[in-house]
Nanobody, 120 residues
Framework: QVQLVESGGGLVQAGGSLRLSCAAS????????MGWYRQAPGKQRELVAV???????DYTDSVKGRFTISRDYANYTVYLQMNSLKPEDTAVYYC??????????????WGQGTQVTVSS
């Protein structure tokens, strides 16, 4: 069993900051990329940021320069530091990880989602 547990969402004023955390646990052999997605009401889920096992990161254009993704490899944890938040960043944020369990190929796992609300 693999679980991804997110924390750190909440309500913040425009221009403020939040830090999301996501910890993976269970029968993990290795983790490839880890990422953050978000889904706003009435919109499709979109990739926000991703970080590979080698530490390479990428971001959707709308958050470049404001969000930073990082990773604690020893503790199977990924973070998303969100600065200069805007009302359009309001969404449910989901953690994703590509994980290999013993005797299995890599599969994608998802967290339960954490609400981020940015007020104007």
């Amino acid at each position: 069993q693999v679980q991804l547990v997110e924390s750190g969402g909440g309500l913040v004023q425009a221009g403020g900051s939040l830090r999301l955390s996501c910890a993976a646990s269970g029968s993990i052999v290795s983790i490839a990329e880890m990422g953050w997605y978000r889904q706003a009401p009435g919109k499709q889920r979109e990739l926000v940021a991703v970080i590979t096992s080698g530490g390479t990161s990428d971001y959707t254009d709308s958050v470049k320069g404001r969000f930073t993704i990082s990773r604690d490899y020893a503790n199977y944890t990924v973070y998303l530091q969100m600065n200069s938040l805007k009302p359009e960043d309001t969404a449910v944020y989901y953690c994703q990880a590509r994980i290999r369990k013993r005797w299995q190929a890599f599969n994608d796992y998802w967290g339960q989602g954490t609400q981020v609300t940015v007020s104007s």
